[in-house]
């Protein structure tokens, strides 16, 4: 049956959408407090800890190799979005300008505002994670984590942090902000990995 909106029928994408998750309509905004304005020119991004310190700023991103990337987006409250286009830089560039300490398998996401995250080195410097900074050809919108957000697509949404502004390096897993308040220390969409063991 073709409704107005046409939607494809759910089997075709089974093999795209995790279990328990429902496709969105449009792109959902989730965001946990107040919305940073940072503009291009006074983002910087900050790393430390296990690393030697070193800070990009907007033009240092822009120099470094620009991809397009098409991505689906899986949000722990059960939406997905496929297909999502973006531009930006990948991880792995960015992190060719970063000299780790061996002792470093961790990361904690930081970001204007004060949002956390925590990944795994390995779960972080795969070769599809990148930094976006345009959304379907457009600046990347504010409540959409610009002017530069990670993306992380393997991982659900919450690991992917809007308005990054630092990487801290660790030889020990920490929580980040919602890792803290129940969710899953990982986050792997198709294992259903929502919520930490309490
Ligand atoms: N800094 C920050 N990053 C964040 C969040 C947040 O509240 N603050 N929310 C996370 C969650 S739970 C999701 S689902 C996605 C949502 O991204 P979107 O608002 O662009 O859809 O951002 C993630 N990154
Ligand atoms: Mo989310």
């Known amino acids: 049956m073709l409704g107005k909106f046409f939607r494809k029928p759910e089997a075709e994408l089974s093999d795209r959408v995790p279990p328990g998750q429902h496709l969105a309509k449009g792109f959902p905004v989730l965001t946990y407090g107040e919305t940073p304005n940072?503009?291009?020119?006074k983002w910087q991004l900050k790393v430390w800890g296990l690393a030697k310190p070193i800070t990009f700023n907007w033009l240092d991103l822009m120099a470094m190799p620009q991809n397009h990337f098409k991505a689906d987006f899986h949000c722990v409250t059960r939406w997905s979005k496929l297909d999502v286009q973006w531009t930006g830089v990948k991880?792995?560039?960015l992190m060719a300008h970063v000299e780790l300490d061996p002792k470093a398998i961790h990361i904690m996401e930081h970001c204007y505002g004060g949002y956390t995250t925590n990944i795994s080195l390995s779960d972080f410097l795969r070769e599809e994670n990148f930094?976006?900074?345009?959304?379907?050809d457009e600046?990347?919108?504010?409540?959409?984590?610009?002017?530069v957000r990670l993306v992380v697509p393997h991982l659900y949404a919450w690991k992917s942090a809007k308005w990054i502004n630092g990487l801290e390096f660790l030889d020990n897993e920490e929580l980040g902000f919602w890792e803290r308040n129940g969710y899953h220390k990982r986050g792997e969409p198709w294992s259903e990995e929502r919520y930490g063991s309490i």
């Open 91 to 93: 991880v792995i560039d």
């Open 38 to 41: 940072i503009s291009q020119d």
């Open 131 to 136: 930094f976006a900074h345009t959304l379907f």
């Open 139 to 147: 600046p990347l919108p504010y409540n959409h984590g610009g002017p």
